[in-house]
Nanobody, 118 residues
């Protein structure tokens, strides 16, 4: 049973940048980032297979960049030019067989809060 531990969340000013990290206790083929703002559904930010293929909606491209270090079983989310609407709990998710945009991932982290304000 794998475990995921996120880090890097916090408060940032509008227009600022932040990098989140998620370390897994073992190699997992697909690792992803989701976010959930108050009163909204959880949505995928980006997902990435171990071979480097990225899945990301057009609305998330440009300001959110996913990467991973397979030697460290870690996935990163680089966020830039953040605005208040990006405030949310950001969750790491992982699965060996699924790498899409739905919530059908086997493993989930506990989440890390990102707050963007002026």
């Amino acid at each position: 049973q794998a475990q995921l531990v996120e880090s890097g969340g916090g408060s940032v000013q509008i227009g600022g940048s932040l990098r989140l990290s998620c370390k897994a206790t073992m190699y997992i083929n697909c690792m992803a980032w989701f976010r959930q703002a108050p009163g909204k559904e959880r949505e995928r930010v980006a997902s990435m297979l171990g071979v480097g293929i990225i899945g990301q909606g057009d609305d998330m491209k440009g300001r959110f960049s996913i990467s991973r270090d397979n030697t460290k079983n870690t996935v990163y989310l680089q966020m830039s030019n953040l605005n208040a609407e990006d405030s949310a709990i950001y969750y790491c998710a992982a699965d060996d067989g699924y790498c899409g945009s739905s919530l059908a991932y086997t493993y989930w982290g506990q989440g890390t809060q990102v707050t963007v304000s002026s």
